[in-house]
């Protein structure tokens, strides 16, 4: 690949990373379709609501419990909370780098090819693609197994061939239609996460059906910290590490998301940011204010906890509910509980389609898939992704739970991998800025220096995957290779491509010859256009009271 030499209004550009003049789907061989590729029809709302939608999965709702149940509540509250603070870290750093050039297509994968390196952006974006498309399997094998909460005669490739159905011919429509779906699905997830707080706190205070006042019983007796493996103070220290390793499944690829959606947004400028600032809140209440609850209401040494079903009833939350006595709520909870796992999956194979479309944009993958319909949907990279889908059908045959299980070791280190090469993508672009003298429209107070703390702990944590599997007794081949098979094989792409395509360019680009330049004026003359229309409406619609404004804004 040509050296990518720009400089400060420099005009060279590197092949194939121009998103700005993407030739989109062809009818028949002659016909233009769309000359921009993808259409900006996502909201801010949809933004934000599909990042912390597919964020939400089961993880928060099941996964949690297994976490309670070998750290206790103190340090489930307290890794969920270092997690959290470690992810808004990467969140505000992949949105500075978004909203300086949300062009079609883009992707932390494309900013990486074009800010650090051609076969970092590669193998990212490929560790994307197989990543997320297993995930959707994942989260459909997940509310497979939460339909057996309820019995049933249907057999379970049913129940799994109609949720893949629905998923992908959503993913099918026009973006505006899949995002206000998952915007609506996304919903129902918070609307049981207040729900559920809530009810925690009547608990809490002895508000249920026995009147019995839980308070913080759970916290005591030595169950707050519990010891795993080892014992002592380091079986106290493992539990933490093991439950801070863990954490990072409920959050995996949330930041990404809203970078996935900028190319599709309305008015990526000004809506990334706000975004950004949602996100952190949502951060809050759901997750950190979530273990929170989780611990107070539930015990660490219920048996369903440590059953190993991974059903729906493993769920903290469902054992808090059956344990005050309350009979109708499990069936409800379950009910949102499935709803959580199909949003998730919807939103998965979302970014997995985005992706290879990303990579195709960029010349790293066919340039069929770069090719859109008269809607802007990447059709081919949509059919494309949906071919992981049917991994889920393995749990016909082995059992859901195992199925289950397999598929998480399957990416659980490519989330760590994401948010590290996340923060080098940002600390590079920042420090090209810097030397081009180019001014970012949007900077985070907390930055670089998060960002510098983000990649420092989620590289500890990513080598710390599978640290159990080092102590006397506990190491199995199976479960080694699962859990580290991502490194290497990251690596390899890296490497491959290197050695393959990339040999005339430098491992990373320096920062006076990063392109900073190529489709910014295209994305300057957008928010000048989004600014005037927006403008024009206030005008038109007129002046509107303070709390009128913040509540339609949330509609915006």
Known sequence: MANASHGKGGNEKVPGEDLSKIESCTVGESQLVEQAGTKRNIKSRHAQMIAIGGSIGTGLFVGSGQALAIGGP??????????????????TAVIEVGTYLPLSGSSMAYHCHRFVSPSLGFALGWLYFYSFGIIVAYEITAAAIVIDYWPNSVHIAVWISIMMVV????????VGVYAETEFWFASIKVIMIIGLLLLSLILFLGGGPTHDRLGFRY?????????????GAGG???SFLYVWVFSGFSFYFGPELIVFTSGEMKNPRRNLPIASRHFFWRLIVFYILGVLAIGVTCDSTSKGLTSGSGDANASPWVIAIQNAGISVL???????ILTSAWSAGNAYLYMSSRSIYSLAVSGCAPKIFARCNRWGLPIYSVLAASCFAPLTYLSCGSGAGVVFNWLVSLTNTAGYTSWIVCTIIYLRFRKA???????????????????????????ILLLCNGFTYFYPGQFTVSG??????????????????????GLKDPWMWSPAEVD????????????DMWTRMEVAEKELKGDKSKWWSKVSNLWE
Request: hydrophobic share 50%; charged share 10%.
């Open 74 to 91: 103190g340090i489930l509250l307290l890794a969920y909370s270092l997690t959290a603070i470690l992810v808004y870290g990467v969140v």
């Open 167 to 174: 998923i992908i011919a959503l993913n099918l429509s026009p």
């Open 480 to 501: 080694f290779l699962t859990t580290y098979i991502g490194i290497p094989l990251f690596l390899a792409l890296w490497i491959g491509h290197k050695l393959v395509r």
């Open 433 to 459: 800025c810097s030397a081009q003298g180019v001014t970012v429209p949007y900077h985070a107070k907390a930055q670089p220096y998060m960002a510098w703390v983000s990649l420092f702990f989620f590289t």
């Open 219 to 231: 916290w005591n007796g030595g169950t707050a910290v519990k010891p795993y493996i080892a014992t």
């Open 516 to 527: 900073l330049n190529t489709g910014i004026r295209e994305v300057e003359a957008d928010a």
């Open 330 to 336: 499990p069936s409800i909870i379950n009910a949102g």
């Open 236 to 238: 106290r220290f493992t």
